[in-house]
């Protein structure tokens, strides 16, 4: 009799907890399957540090269910930032793909305002650009042998001090931005410096860099603040030699002008 009992209490249980299972535990695990969310997906190749437009992706409706917690959701929140990685299309965008600021191998190309240049110039000998040890930020003296014909080897006023923005190798990836490499042996050389320079001293550099005779001589690294001492003595040293005219500050007013449009514009 009691034998018979415990089956009937066990069936009974298995009955309720079938039930509990069928019409309670399935349709919500069936509700949180079906639940959809808008998801940001990739409808154009991406590439890396490349910044994303509005036309390179859009919102749509996916199931809830098993996406990552930190897919992106919104459009908007997506569109201006860059890619971190390349992303193909159908992609979902996550936020640890994205950022706010460009690589640092592109990021100075974003702050130049107008008033100096980003100009290169050629590494002809390993020597030539302190056997590849130069990083961003440094501050170098450009050396120009045979100046002007003359055969004097001299370090022309305008390019004393000029401070580095980028080291770039042959294959167009930046060289060396002092940033730590997870592996130093497949570090690049260096095929070309960028320079941070007005444009007086872009144009001594064009006719060195047509000359083929530079040297790069490494004045200063180390805090941005006393960089810019050296960076205000050489902007001296230009105002001195290049006094502005009444025609350039005209020319550069309307210059300034066309530029805040621009601003505007973005």
């Known amino acids: 009799m009691n034998l018979f009992k415990n089956r009937m209490v066990v069936g009974v249980f298995c009955i309720v907890l079938s039930l509990l299972i069928c019409f309670g535990i399935t349709p919500l695990f069936n509700k949180g399957i079906s639940q959809k969310t808008d998801i940001v997906r990739v409808i154009k190749e991406i590439k890396a540090g490349e910044q994303i437009t509005k036309d390179m992706v859009q919102n749509v409706e996916v199931g809830g269910y098993n996406l990552p917690t930190d897919v992106m959701r919104s459009k ?12 193909s299309i159908g992609d979902y965008i996550l936020n640890v793909k994205v950022s706010k600021s460009p690589a640092a191998e592109n990021a100075y190309l974003y702050n130049l305002d107008g008033s100096k240049q980003a100009m290169s110039i ?34 022309p006023p305008e390019l004393k001090y000029v401070e580095v923005v980028s080291v770039t190798a042959s294959s167009g990836y930046d060289a060396n931005t002092g940033e730590k490499k997870t592996n130093e042996d497949e570090r690049e050389l260096p095929s070309t410096v960028t ?23 490494l004045v200063y690294r180390g805090e941005p603040l006393n960089a810019k001492k050296f960076l205000d003595i050489q902007s001296k040293v230009l105002s001195d030699a290049y006094p502005k005219s009444t025609t350039a500050d005209k020319s550069e007013k309307n210059e300034s002008e066309v530029l805040n449009q621009v601003g505007e514009v973005e």
């Open 76 to 87: 908007e929140t997506v569109v201006g930032s860059y890619a971190l990685a390349d992303l």
């Open 122 to 155: 050629t590494i002809k000998s390993f020597a030539n650009g302190l056997s590849g040890k130069l990083q961003s930020g440094d501050i170098v003296s450009v050396i120009a042998p045979d100046y002007k014909k003359l055969g004097a080897t001299v370090i």
């Open 195 to 217: 320079l941070l320079v007005t444009p007086e001293q872009g144009n001594i550099l064009a006719s060195l860099e047509s000359d083929g005779k530079t040297h790069l001589s």
